[in-house]
């Protein structure tokens, strides 16, 4: 409690509110997993967004992020939830909890399925296949500011210290062409990862952004690993801004699309502020991932800790079906993306791939390194004319196996969720864990309509959003004590004060941020972008963050 109290209390004073191994002996990915011996198991990413780094970076500098800069599967890759639940023998194991409590947004009841997907391949036993990284690197002029090459080239750096003596690696650099900067050279000696080094160091920004040019001539190179029979994953590091060859977004979306498979995958990592965010993102949602690289806690994460996990799937081909035969409505959707597809009372999602994800603790030392907590998706649920009855709501689950090459399915009742199997009164959480899912949901949802408003210059409106999903999630918090929970108030407490300013009548937004062609918004910000007594308020919450882990 007394951290709450000294929080409180500074922001009355300054808003006056009150409120291991380096060998592998094979292809097959599995053989160092060992089940058995992970008793807790792990989270598992559906891919796509994995952050909110962009989301975060706007707010740390003064401004109001854009709902264009918020997912919600990066949101939610960024909180640990070790879900309680058995193994069930498979690579992934589906399982549901149901929550019901208050809804920030309406101020009403929502009942709330959340569909959990585990794993019990030990990620600290995981072994990935041979690798071999194809790196398309976009060294344009508009990557020499805001230090984005710097970034790009230190992330790099870890990169080749975190290879695999049976990894390879390819360096593409692309600004008016694409040009092979190092072909496909194994890790396997210090000389080999001193020459991956000197390419790196060589990377200098110049020239316009043919983004085309380059994933081509990064997928015409994994065609060698193809032909080897080893996985090539294409990691394209740039700030998504084409402008020059096709820059059609739409082209270059279809030609990525039709180029990845099952033994290609695309990872995109954007950086700066002025990126072209949708295109970056939708990039890698064909299957892969995207990152945002905000400091240097991100190139940690996305580099290092985050290697051993986007570079192969646990799972392809993924359907999950919702049926409902009777008067149960499945309604909105949260953490699916674009994937969900509502079908009469129900609806049905597919993902290409699946991954383990990388944490394995709510514990977490610094904010800013909060990635890879793994996925959650979450259905509303609403009975029609008062229909309380849940049975007659089946959960189906279908998956390839990668490992067998054959087709893994499991069903769910949602009757089993609850006493008597029919939609509870009063507040409710089957599992214990279901409380920070859903104070997890509820902070997303607040965040988000907070920032819708803002959008519509309705900064009021969106404070007085915020506040409440504020006190609702600090107000679960002080019960659960946990790192995430904190982190997110954090954030909403900066970004309060990014946005107070605004609901004086001034100018809604003197700097707005776009990218080179000003066809996406990120949000605004006032003067240079820099709050200074926000920046002052982070600061000292920050050192509060930090002595609250130290005594721990």
Not at 120 to 149: A, C, H, N
Not at 173 to 190: E, G, H, I, R
Not at 408 to 423: A, F, K, N, P, R
Request: hydrophobic share 35%; charged share 20%.
């Amino acid at each position: 409690m007394k951290k709450f109290l000294i929080l409180s209390f500074l922001i009355l004073i300054f808003s006056s509110c009150s409120a291991g191994d380096d060998s592998s002996d094979s292809n097959n990915s599995f053989n160092n997993m060992n089940n058995n011996n992970n008793t807790n198991g792990g989270n598992v990413n559906i891919g796509g967004v994995q952050d909110i780094g962009l989301f975060r970076d706007i707010i740390d500098n003064g401004g109001v992020p854009a709902p264009s800069t918020f997912s919600d599967n990066g949101f939610f890759s960024e909180h640990y939830i070790e879900y309680p639940f058995e193994n069930c023998g498979e690579n992934i194991c589906m399982n549901g909890m149901l929550g019901r409590d208050i809804s920030v947004i309406s101020n009403d009841y929502m009942n709330v399925i959340q569909v959990v997907l585990k794993s019990w391949l030990d990620p600290s036993d995981y072994e990935r296949p041979p690798t071999d990284f194809i790196m398309v690197i976009d060294v344009s002029g508009s990557m020499d500011s805001d230090q984005k090459m710097v970034k790009v080239r230190e992330g790099l750096h870890l990169m080749v210290d975190g290879l695999k003596s049976t990894d390879r690696m390819s360096i593409i650099s692309f600004s008016d062409w694409a040009t092979q900067k190092m072909d496909l050279v194994f890790a396997d000696s210090q000389e080999n990862r001193d020459m991956m080094h000197s390419v790196v160091s060589t990377l200098i920004p110049g020239g316009s952004t043919n983004i085309y040019e380059g994933l081509e001539y990064g997928f015409d190179k994994s065609l060698i690993s193809q032909e080897e029979n080893r996985n090539a994953r294409i990691v394209l590091l740039s700030d998504g801004v084409p402008t020059s060859g096709n820059t059609d977004a739409e082209e270059i979306l279809n030609f990525a699309k039709g180029s990845v498979s099952e033994e290609v995958q695309l990872t995109s990592i954007g950086v700066g502020q002025d990126i072209n965010y949708d295109l970056m993102k939708n990039l890698a949602l064909e299957g892969g991932n995207f990152y945002f690289i905000e400091n240097s806690s991100a190139l940690t994460d996305i580099f290092v800790t985050e290697l051993n996990y986007f570079s192969f799937p646990i799972a392809k081909e993924m359907t999950l079906t919702v049926h409902s035969q009777g008067n149960i409505q499945i309604g909105d959707s949260v953490g699916f993306g674009d994937n969900w597809i509502q079908e009469g009372n129900g609806g049905s999602a597919s993902f290409p791939t699946l991954y383990l994800a990388s944490r394995n603790s709510n514990t977490i030392e610094d904010p800013y390194s909060r990635r890879g907590g793994g996925s959650a998706l979450f259905l509303r649920v609403t009975g029609v004319d008062g229909y309380t009855d849940l049975g007659s709501v089946n959960i189906n689950l279908r998956y390839l196996d990668p490992e067998i090459d054959d087709y893994v399915e499991q069903y769910i009742t949602l009757g089993e969720l609850t006493s008597g199997g029919v939609m509870p009164v009063d507040s409710y959480y089957s599992d214990y864990e279901m409380k920070k899912s859903t104070a997890m949901l509820n902070a997303y949802l607040g965040l988000l309509q907070t920032i819708t408003y803002a959008q519509n210059w309705q900064y009021q409106n969106g404070i007085d959003v915020l506040l409440t999903t504020r006190n609702w999630v600090q107000a679960v918090n002080e019960q659960l004590d946990d790192d995430d929970l904190e982190a997110d108030i954090l954030l909403m407490d900066k970004l309060y004060l990014n946005m107070l300013p605004y609901t004086n009548g001034d100018n809604p937004c003197y700097n707005c941020y776009y990218n080179e062609r000003e066809d996406v918004h990120y949000g605004c910000s006032q003067g240079n972008g820099k709050n200074s007594g926000g920046t002052i308020l982070f600061l000292i919450l920050g050192i509060l963050f930090t002595f609250r882990r130290k005594q721990a």
